[in-house]
């Protein structure tokens, strides 16, 4: 798996907003969800490389499409 950077949360929930996950709730931890998938997304600045390269992997996306949504 290439590298992903830790990146912000926000900017990760935005990105998945856009390749159509919602949020379903908020808290410590951010959940969204596709109506198939559900994710959850920590409130860490920034994510660690490795958490965001499994939330990634889950919601279905390869690390090159999920950087064209940043």
């Known amino acids: 798996m290439p590298k992903l950077p830790?990146?912000?949360?926000?900017?990760?929930v935005r990105a998945l907003e856009k390749s159509?996950?919602?949020?379903?709730?908020?808290?410590k931890h951010?959940?969204?969800?596709d109506s198939?998938?559900?994710?959850?997304?920590?409130r860490h600045n920034p994510?660690?490389?490795?958490?965001?390269?499994?939330?990634?992997?889950?919601?279905g996306l390869t690390i090159a499409d999920f950087r064209k949504l940043l």
């Open 30 to 33: 951010i959940v969204m969800t």
């Open 36 to 42: 198939v998938r559900i994710l959850t997304i920590p």
């Open 47 to 59: 994510v660690n490389a490795y958490t965001m390269g499994g939330i990634v992997r889950d919601a």
């Open 6 to 12: 830790g990146i912000n949360h926000l900017d990760a």
């Open 20 to 27: 159509g996950f919602r949020i379903a709730r908020q808290g």
